[in-house]
């Protein structure tokens, strides 16, 4: 195989993206999802866990109380973040609607030493994002009133737990487990599954449009167009993860091991490109080859997630520095994988060019 | 042959070609894909998901603490005697000594500090639901109910802040009128025994468990929880909507864009374009099966989700929303590869207007733009009126409509089969909609046939500055909309002088600037009324909508911004077309700005 020829038919396609200013797309869809990354973030963090709210909000809420006098009036006291208001429920239950207070709790008379259970009624909106934060301070405080109940019922109790004493955290944020431990790695993975798509586009784009016949009276052999189109897809991967992982740089996201986490997802990526390919070329259309590779890569996507020690869970590792040397020996089987896949793919390629009119 | 006919003879070739390229080679690989599906997800569930597997480094110096830790693969533990522990404790993200937690002062030891605070939790939880009394280890239980309070439109404005914060130190006085209410009752009506086996089941959950429950709704037993299981409600849950119900409409659309660009391929459409059947017929004969599909998969959906069927009601203009635009990227991409980018990106606008508003469902009217609030709403219980049904779909009818009308003019040979860049393909798409004997008419109609586009544009730019600190996002909402206004003007100006050169002559621009100008008021009137009155009555809806209060003003601000435009481009040619465009949409700024001004002085 000649890797000249091979080079042009990569620069003709790198050429071709850019002139069609299909990369222009690509770009913008970026910098359109970069442009919104603070509230991406922000909201996409509250969805991976709605406490992390808590740390955006630094407002007093007002809370109404109803019902009877009872120890959790003082756990309010201790915060300074949430104001009480003694109200009757019905007034109280009124100006909640009307968004007066933010939420409501109503203590029944049950004694702390009681055999059943103290049952506090919480009243918040519903589905609304200020209940969220509301939500998470005033779980604190009744955190505190069960601790304290559970001290006056402590002699009916038979097993107690190993007891742990944590530090102050000062506040619930799960942003670095939800950036590192998911963030990042999609982002890393989303060039790699773009480039696979992209290789079916090429390859059965020369099949539909009967533009093959013209390349293979060139001196480029079937294979090395091939081996071509693969190379010019699989430049795009390192350099548009090396683009999200430089954006998260400037949005104040440092990642570790940045140049191993490009050598991950570059090897990835061309084992999903090789995939592509052979897709392709056995379909040679590009509705049929389309779907049963989206098929495909959900099933390879959730095998491997299923693995311990993934690519994919090594770019977490990688990314919050708790690799151990072990990645490279993973590296180097996924590269012997691929390496597998590129020769099924050359000798395909070879089967299919012979029967090519050259 | 009648037009039913030909579409019926259509529809049935559409789905006979499709079943045969696809058919043979594909249905027995995806079969078996499948089934590889199905056995991946049962692996997956098994042995459970490792992304994020050692996240975390610990250092413990109990193995009965380690037992705590080790269900939850995120950490990876490491046994040691305590001094050993201490001497290389900057090498891990958290420390135990002797039952004291201490974690490093960085971000991760903070996330890794947090993540054991739960599993400690779980455990707590674990321990105390063994315990033969259960109200001593569980004292105390919540009972949560829910209150539904919408507010107006116009509470954001003048900076207020949604919900408020408690300034004053006496408690609020309600305005409206108070309902007596029965305080609940202090008894526990729910068994020991269920209350056993629920606390068994939480404890340690990971945060993506919660999604996994969203559809099918919890049982009566989510009412009482303990206050560890108290976790704040799902903000963004309508993103698993997107997911169940969106995706999978995409993906089918992405079948009819594909079948689109087949036709244009080495000119196979030739044949089916010299059938007696006429363009209509054939886009919607084309178009019909897949309308069908997608209408029984999101049937299909909702049944085995167990939701009320009317939630394909709006549904239906998504589905030709995404057909129409199907239709046109099919149209109009040159090759697949730009097929894939240009319906990557379309996705992604599609997306974020189908979503963010919904995540002020229940909370704010903005949310009624998207369709997908009611199905929000629906799944909820609480239905959507036919009003509501009304302002919520109208773009999303009428931008369909108009785009399948494009796409039908422009179902002929010389437009399908030529090779020409996405932009000038595009624009020949309008030209086509000018016509030689009456341009001015033509443009008339044109300018308010871009109304429904431009108001989608502008609720997208609604939606996304919403929640941006007030002065800013007013600035920004006028500078946005007047841009999308000036732009949506000047597309068949452009696109006819681009056709014709020698149309752009200086009283032709006057004409043509007064037809716009009426056109593009006379189709804001139209469609305001019918929509988006509720929007309109707030501050946001007098920036983006301010041209209506008088009508010779805002006419006469049209037809200038069109002849600023328009003059850019008789003086300088199509280079003139960018600068003219950059200076419209100054002019329509300040005057928008001056008139905020005048009205909040």
């Known amino acids: 195989m000649n890797t000249r020829n091979a080079g042009l038919i990569a620069k003709k396609e790198l050429l071709g993206l850019s002139s069609e200013k299909t990369i222009v797309f690509a770009i913008l869809l970026q910098v359109f999802i970069a442009m919104f990354s603070s509230f991406l973030m922000v909201g996409l963090t509250a969805m991976y866990d709605p406490e992390a709210i808590e740390g955006y909000s630094t407002v007093a809420y007002g809370v109404g109380y109803a019902g009877a006098d009872s120890p959790l009036i003082d756990e309010f006291a201790k915060r300074d973040d949430l104001i009480l208001h003694r109200m009757d429920l019905d007034q109280a239950l009124a100006a909640l609607r009307e968004r007066a207070v933010s939420a409501v709790v109503y203590v029944p008379d049950t004694p702390p030493d009681a055999e059943g259970p103290v049952i506090v009624t919480l009243y918040l909106i519903q589905n609304d994002l200020q209940s969220s934060v509301i939500n998470v301070r005033i779980k604190e405080v009744l955190q505190g009133y069960e601790k304290e109940l559970r001290e006056v019922r402590a002699d009916r109790m038979t097993t107690f737990p190993v007891s742990l004493n944590f530090p102050e955290s000062g506040g619930g944020e799960n942003f670095f487990e939800f950036v590192y431990g998911l963030l990042i790695p999609l982002l890393v993975l989303l060039p790699a599954i773009v480039s696979a798509a992209l290789i079916i586009d090429l390859i059965t784009e020369e099949y539909q449009r009967r533009t093959l016949e013209t390349l293979m009276s060139t001196p480029v052999t079937f294979a090395e167009m091939i081996w071509g189109k693969v190379a010019a897809c699989e430049v795009l991967v390192p350099v548009q993860a090396g683009a999200w992982l430089l954006l998260l740089g400037l949005n104040g996201i440092a990642v570790d091991n940045a140049a191993a986490i490009l050598l991950h997802a570059s090897v990835g990526g061309l084992f999903l490109i090789l995939l592509g390919a052979l897709v392709a070329l056995h379909y040679r259309e590009r509705t049929s080859a389309q779907f049963i590779f989206s098929t495909a890569l959900v099933v390879v996507f959730l095998l491997v997630m299923a693995v311990p020690y993934n690519p994919l869970n090594l770019i977490v590792r990688l990314a919050a520095d708790t690799a151990g040397p072990v990645h490279w020996l993973i590296l180097a089987l996924v590269a012997g994988a691929t390496a597998l896949l590129g020769w099924a793919v050359t000798a395909y390629a070879r089967r299919v060019g012979e029967g090519v009119p050259a | ?601």
């Open chain 2, 1 to 601: 042959m009648s037009l039913a006919s030909s579409i019926r003879t259509i529809a049935v070739w559409e789905m006979n070609r499709s079943m045969t390229t696809m058919g043979r080679s594909v249905l027995p690989l995806a079969a078996g894909l499948l089934i590889l599906l199905v056995l991946v997800t049962a692996f997956t569930a098994e042995s459970g998901v490792h992304m994020q597997d050692g996240m975390y480094r610990i250092g413990i110096d109990d193995p009965e603490i380690a037992r705590i830790v080790a269900p939850d693969n995120r950490f990876t533990a490491y046994l040691d005697s305590g001094a050993a522990l201490w001497e290389n404790r900057f090498a891990y993200d958290i420390v135990i000594l002797n039952g004291e937690v201490y974690a490093a002062d960085t971000e991760k030891g903070r996330a890794a500090l947090k993540t054991l605070e739960r599993d400690y939790e779980g455990y707590v939880s674990y321990v105390a639901a063994k315990e033969p009394d259960l109200f001593a280890a569980y004292p105390l239980w919540i009972d949560l109910q829910y209150v539904k309070s919408e507010i107006d439109f116009l509470a954001t404005q003048s900076g207020q802040q949604v919900g408020a914060p408690a300034d004053t130190r006496r408690p609020p006085v309600p305005s409206g009128p108070v309902e007596a209410v029965t305080p609940p009752a202090s008894a526990m009506p729910i068994s020991e025994e269920i209350l056993r086996e629920h606390l068994a089941d939480t404890g340690g959950s990971h945060p993506l468990e919660r999604y996994t429950g969203v559809i099918s709704g919890g049982s009566g037993m989510e009412q009482f929880k303990t206050p560890s299981e108290l976790s704040a409600p799902l903000p963004f849950d309508a993103i698993i909507l997107v997911f169940v119900f969106i995706f999978p409409l995409y993906f089918t659309s992405q079948f009819f864009m594909m079948s689109v660009m087949n036709e244009r391929v080495g000119r196979a459409g030739e044949a089916l374009l010299s059938t007696p059947a006429c363009p209509a017929a054939i886009v919607v004969g084309k178009a019909l099966p897949y309308f069908t599909i997608m209408l029984l998969i999101s049937a299909a959906i909702t049944l085995f989700a167990g939701a009320p069927l009317t939630i394909l009601l709006p549904l239906v203009p998504v589905i030709l929303f995404f057909l129409a635009n199907a239709l046109i990227i099919g149209m109009a991409s040159r090759s697949f590869k730009e097929l894939s980018f240009v319906s990557i990106f379309f996705s992604t606008l599609a997306t974020s207007y189908l979503f963010f508003p919904t995540v002020f469902a229940n909370t704010h009217v903005i949310s009624i733009i998207s369709p997908l609030t009611l199905v929000v709403l629906d799944i909820q219980g609480d239905g959507f009126t036919a009003m509501e049904y009304v302002y919520s779909t109208t773009l999303f009818f009428a931008t369909s409509i108009i785009l399948f009308y494009v796409g039908i003019t422009n179902f002929r040979e010389e437009r399908l089969f030529s090779e020409k860049p996405l932009t000038s393909r595009l624009v020949d798409f309008v030209s086509a909609g000018i016509s030689r004997e009456h341009p001015h008419i033509s443009l008339f109609l044109l300018a308010g046939f871009t109304i429904p586009f431009v108001f989608m544009a502008q609720m997208l730019t609604l939606v996304l500055f919403f929640n941006i600190p007030m002065p800013l996002s007013l600035v920004l909402l006028t500078v946005s909309a007047a841009f999308i206004e000036e732009f949506a003007k000047s597309i068949g100006l452009y696109a006819a002088a681009r056709e014709r050169p020698g149309f752009l002559t200086p009283k032709n621009l006057l004409l043509g600037a007064v037809a716009i100008g009426f056109g593009f008021l006379a189709g804001e009137k139209l469609l305001l009324f019918a929509t988006l009155a509720q929007i309109t009555e707030s501050i946001f809806g007098s920036v983006l909508f301010l041209s209506l209060q008088v009508l010779w003003m805002p006419l006469l601000l049209h037809i200038a911004g069109v002849l600023v435009t328009g003059g850019f481009l008789l003086l300088w040619g199509r280079q003139g077309y960018g600068p003219g465009l950059i200076a419209a949409c100054m002019v329509h700024s300040l005057y928008n700005l001056y008139f905020l001004m005048g009205a909040f002085p």
